[in-house]
């Protein structure tokens, strides 16, 4: 069993939105940052967003920053990242990790979803 568990992915149009959420499946994620990343064809692992554990830190990606919002509902114990304005350059598998404070780098993240699909046509 994986886990954190993304849902909320699908195939949109440029200027779209999408709503991604992110579930622990088997531990209470409240004192853990959460982060957002992605992961576009052909290329590596990208930074997207990452919250704090109480929710009153957050850090974007110049790439995204006004665009998406990330938030946490700890007593849910569930992430969720809203994207609006959506690109076709968003487009990737979109995966949630858990770690102990917010960083831009993957190795800094323990825990991490199998991902969900998000593609922007033009």
Known sequence: QVPLIEVGGGSVQAGDSLRLACAASEHTFSTDAVGWFRQAPGKGLEFVATIG???DYTYY??????RFTISRD?????ASMHMSSLK?????VYYCATGQMPSHLPGDYSAWGQGTQVTVSS
């Open 53 to 55: 554990s109480r929710g």
């Open 61 to 66: 990606a110049d790439s995204v920053k006004g």
């Open 74 to 78: 700890n007593a849910e114990n569930t």
């Open 88 to 92: 076709p350059e968003d487009t990737g």
